[in-house]
């Protein structure tokens, strides 16, 4: 089975622009997390979709969002870019919900805010 | 106030030495997964235990649900275990996910 991809890799954007991010999951997982890993704050969860409802959020503001579509891809989009938003994004999924499932994580697409 | 502590922050080891990383936590929890970060960014999930203990090769995670407290131990250490360790909580009302600032770990041949 193919892995859990991510697109793309690697972002540079400027200060106030918005991005989409792209997780397709492994095929039959249902569940997709979103992750931000900075050097300062270390991993921190985002949010987490199981068929297509946002089942969990982060403590982050409400310029990230995210969506999930029926076939279990999903979409995380950041508005109105800030510099602290530069880190590294990783989603998971899992089989069902991540509580009681092993989660296998993407390569992460790692964005760069000038 | 950290959910999830973890200790040590970096370890180094000579080869062959048995390591352990410990991870404490103050959540009600359902799981605790143990995660493993190589240079570049790739994460791969090494264990979810909920109770007792699980082996992987030379991998051992253990955890005491009453102290709040898991272990990962790594056997006669590799220079190819030289990797970024993460300990995970679930919080039990499922609306949190909680890292450790993760133990970086460098096995020297």
New interface residues.
Partial sequence: KAGVTQTPRYLIKTRGQQVTLSCSPISGHRSV?WYQ?TPGQ????LF?YFSETQ??K?NFPGRFSGRQFSNSRSEMNVSTLELGDSA?Y?C?SSLN?????????G??T?LTVL | KNEVEQSPQNLTAQEGEFITINCSYSVGISALHWLQQHPGGGIVSLFMLSSGKKKHGRLIATINIQEKHSSLHITASHPRDSAVYICAVPENTGNQFYFGTGTSLTVIP
């Fill in positions: 997390s890993q270390g991993l921190q969860f987490e089942r969990n982060g590294l990783l998971a919900r991540r509580l009681t499932d092993t989660q296998y994580f390569p992460g790692r």
